[in-house]
């Protein structure tokens, strides 16, 4: 029907319209990508990665003049699609739904599908799938169930938030540089220190920010940690690695500044830090940082992102060890 003029097709507004009625494709991770339009028919579709005002600031306003309908749609977050959600609260979308349940007004009604119920799919397709994925991720992917799930390597409950500190005889503040401002990485500079008891996690300092702010941001924060505090910092393997750290190693002379090829992956880096938490030995300062940390923590290593673990695991790793410290195998 388009290529026959019935429907009209603007790529640029991503609009079909056929006569008076119009169908519109825009991006509604907030609010404001949301705004300045109207709708009869509002469906946001994966309402769960959205942001919490993307319905309560814009989209019911939006449809005063046409007493519209709402449609939300959205598979139930676990723990890890969770990391990827631009709301406050990431399982806003499973309130919302709860809410739509209990409700006795006729204003809501809520619906929940299996993909088994798609009578669009292949019912050998979903058979094959299957096979390959975990009982988790087959449980909230096919079955639509609400699922909890974690990392598994480290269990925030570990990590004891304390407010006062213990005589801390070590510090190192670890770098994690990521690649680009826009890569999607973050940069990490976390700083550990080390008691007679325990390690403590001091300090967070994490961005997107360019090569410029980068190198800014790592000036101040060592002149605000001191010349006590070493700097550890990570080479990437090659030439241009190698030519980077030198670069940072200079623009910190006067610091305890060093750089090494971290060699393993990062789940194995992880693993000792993640034994002393296990044993209690690892505890983080209260900050208003700290839940990002932990959420990290919960997730790694199947979340979106892991450079605040990255950065532990090399601190942990640049401190000098306790002879009395004890290991759990992880």
Known sequence: MILDGVIQKNETRHILQMGAGRIRAKTAWDADTLRGDFADVLILDEFQLMKEDTWQRVGAPMMLDTDGTAIFSFTPPSVVSSAKSKARDPRHANKLYERALSDDTGRWEAFTFTSMDNPHLS???????????????????ILAEDVDESGGTFSRDDFEI??????????????????????????????????????VVL?????????????????????????EVSISLNQDPGQAGKSQAQHLIRMLSGFDVH?????????????????????GNV??????????????????????YDDQIDALSGAFEDLPQHDNMILFGV
């Open 259 to 279: 750089a090494r090829i971290e060699s393993g992956s990062k789940e194995v880096r992880a693993n000792p830090v993640a034994a002393q938490s296990q044993g």
């Open 123 to 141: 019912e050998k397709a979903l058979d094959e799938i299957a096979q390959d994925m975990t009982e988790s991720a087959y449980r909230q992917e």
């Open 203 to 227: 300090d967070v300092r994490r961005g997107q920010w360019s090569p410029y702010e980068v190198e800014r941001m790592m000036k101040d924060v060592a002149a605000e940690d001191g010349p």
């Open 283 to 304: 505890k983080i300062l209260r900050a208003s940082w700290n839940e990002a940390l932990l959420s990290e923590i919960e997730l790694f290593p199947v979340g979106y």
């Open 162 to 199: 304390i407010e006062i500190l213990p005589e801390i005889t070590a510090k190192v503040r670890k770098w994690d540089l990521a690649g680009t401002k826009d890569g999607g990485d973050y940069t990490v500079g976390l700083l550990l220190g080390r008691s007679e008891d325990f390690d």
